[in-house]
């Protein structure tokens, strides 16, 4: 289970929001053990961008009251969007954190529209035979439905841009990317 969340006014009190990054704000006394904390820490870091993106991490990550938070999940607590569950990024980069790109998702819809897993030359459960003939599949409640045979990449990868359409809705990779991820060339 992920790390519960600081209270919106707490992160509030300690990050401003700008344009989908985070900065540091001049922090209380009651925020520290000692004073020297305190006068060392508003020294250093206020008005600074908060947090780092992490060696191989897709994310940026903010250390609050030696706790490391998501980025992403601390934008959404601000601005009141339910964290529950997951928070995902309607154009799949983890790194954009607008408002306006953040929604919550279940695991599963979050990941129904991330590009990320296929080959780069094929889409998501599109897959070449030995034949030299290419099968589409989708995930549909939990099964494996498979979608046709197909003579080329490309129809195999248009039945599954329609079933993701039909079946994942807003959370279908298609219509969560202004530039689609995948690139059908060859």
Known sequence: MATKLPEKEYICEVLSYQDGQMFWKHRPLAH????????????RFPLGRAGRQMHGSAYRQIMIDNVRYLEHRLVAQMHGLNTDHEIDHIDGNGLNNKIEILRPATRFENTRNNGGWAKKNERSGVHKKSNGRFIANIRIGGKNVHLGTFASQDEASKARIEAEVKHYGEYSLEASRVEPVYNSAP
């Open 32 to 43: 520290f053990k000692t004073k020297r904390a305190f006068s060392i820490w508003n020294a």
